[in-house]
């Protein structure tokens, strides 16, 4: 029998913070009638083969690769590591005391977390379907530079045209190089851990998405740097569960957040609709939480005439 058939982009490791019980989640969906429901965690944020490397693309001596980014790199690789950290960061930030503080993580898990993250990113179906359409972008335009150049040269070519087919199997295999290159995980990662870490705790309840990681710019029209990461004056979001949310602040604009640095912090109403609804506006297609609190879009829907908030998607430039 086949085994690892449904995979996630996102871990169930990292959904089952927003659970109720570990296994259950509430799903907000864009543009559906009946856009909130429960659903498994086991059911939500993963695609029937998502990483499976078509066996087109793979030599007869290692046929059975086909499933080595999910079995090997995520399953027996990754995953095991950031359900241990995330269970050690929740653990720890719940019995955070300002008289007694603790240490929340090491600097060398610190080190581990931040390329777990990058390794989230760059997982995403977002990610692949970005490069894998800017790939394609750049084949159509080196093509038509070639179609130009030959009906100079040759005039009888002036009306030939080239036709390009892309095998969208491929795409699978050509994400894999992303997610398997260690110089382009580790600029990630470089950018994360020299910031600001700073976790804000809510007795409320945060939201997460298919799209958790996010860049916040705080200065207008800066360069996107190894892939917003390292963007000045940037502050990166991510929701560890339902009551915490890792804020990672640009250490030389937000130089004044350093005595904060791996602490925790509250969040008041304010921040949270604000953090709540960042995981809105750039999801992809689904919100979750531990409970049927979907308010603040519904706030977000009668503002925009009773349309869900779709966000910019980012693209390559190509030109």
């Given at each position: 029998?086949?085994?690892?058939?449904?995979?996630?982009?996102?871990?169930?490791?990292?959904?089952?913070?927003?659970?109720?019980?570990?296994?259950?989640?509430?799903?907000?969906?864009?543009?559906?009638?009946?856009?909130?429901?429960?659903?498994?965690?086991?059911?939500?944020?993963?695609?029937?083969?998502?990483?499976?490397?078509?066996?087109?693309?793979?030599?007869?001596?290692?046929?059975?690769?086909?499933?080595?980014?999910?079995?090997?790199?995520?399953?027996?690789?990754?995953?095991?590591?950031?359900?241990?950290?995330?269970?050690?960061?929740?653990?720890?930030?719940?019995?955070?005391?300002?008289?007694?503080?603790?240490?929340?993580?090491?600097?060398?898990?610190?080190?581990?977390?931040?390329?777990?993250?990058?390794?989230?990113?760059?997982?995403?179906?977002?990610?692949?379907?970005?490069?894998?359409?800017?790939?394609?972008?750049?084949?159509?335009?080196?093509?038509?530079?070639?179609?130009?150049?030959?009906?100079?040269?040759?005039?009888?070519?002036?009306?030939?045209?080239?036709d390009l087919n892309f095998d969208e199997k491929y795409a699978s295999a050509f994400h894999s190089d992303f997610i398997l290159?260690?110089?382009?995980?580790?600029?990630?990662?470089?950018?994360?851990?020299?910031?600001?870490?700073?976790?804000?705790?809510?007795?409320?309840?945060?939201?997460?998405?298919?799209?958790?990681?996010?860049?916040?710019?705080?200065?207008?029209?800066?360069?996107?740097?190894?892939?917003?990461?390292?963007?000045?004056?940037?502050?990166?979001?991510?929701?560890?569960?339902?009551?915490?949310?890792?804020?990672?602040?640009?250490?030389?604009?937000?130089?004044?957040?350093?005595?904060?640095?791996?602490?925790?912090?509250?969040?008041?109403?304010?921040?949270?609709?604000?953090?709540?609804?960042?995981?809105?506006?750039?999801?992809?297609?689904?919100?979750?939480?531990?409970?049927?609190?979907?308010?603040?879009?519904?706030?977000?829907?009668?503002?925009?005439?009773?349309?869900?908030?779709?966000?910019?998607?980012?693209?390559?430039?190509?030109?």
């Amino acid at each position: 029998m086949e085994t690892h058939k449904k995979q996630h982009y996102i871990p169930e490791c990292y959904l089952k913070n927003f659970s109720f019980d570990d296994k259950g989640i509430f799903v907000y969906r864009k543009n559906q009638q009946n856009n909130v429901f429960k659903q498994s965690i086991s059911n939500i944020a993963c695609e029937k083969k998502f990483y499976d490397i078509d066996a087109t693309f793979l030599d007869n001596n290692h046929l059975e690769k086909t499933k080595y980014i999910e079995k090997e790199v995520f399953a027996n690789g990754f995953e095991p590591i950031f359900a241990n950290l995330l269970d050690k960061i929740i653990s720890i930030c719940h019995k955070w005391s300002f008289e007694k503080p603790l240490e929340i993580l090491t600097e060398k898990e610190r080190d581990y977390f931040a390329e777990l993250i990058a390794v989230q990113y760059l997982r995403m179906p977002n990610f692949r379907k970005k490069y894998w359409n800017a790939n394609k972008e750049i084949y159509v335009k080196r093509s038509a530079i070639v179609q130009a150049f030959l009906s100079l040269e040759k005039p009888e070519f002036k009306n030939v045209s080239i036709d390009l087919n892309f095998d969208e199997k491929y795409a699978s295999a050509f994400h894999s190089d992303f997610i398997l290159n260690d110089e382009f995980r580790h600029m990630i990662q470089e950018q994360l851990v020299k910031k600001v870490w700073i976790y804000a705790y809510t007795d409320k309840n945060l939201h997460t998405s298919d799209n958790p990681i996010l860049k916040k710019p705080h200065l207008p029209n800066k360069e996107s740097f190894v892939e917003g990461f390292g963007m000045s004056g940037v502050e990166i979001i991510f929701p560890i569960s339902n009551n915490l949310l890792l804020t990672i602040w640009d250490e030389e604009y937000f130089s004044e957040l350093l005595p904060l640095n791996n602490t925790v912090t509250k969040i008041d109403e304010k921040r949270l609709r604000e953090y709540n609804s960042y995981q809105y506006c750039f999801a992809e297609h689904e919100i979750y939480s531990l409970s049927d609190d979907f308010d603040i879009i519904k706030v977000f829907k009668q503002l925009n005439d009773g349309k869900d908030y779709i966000g910019i998607k980012n693209q390559i430039k190509t030109h």
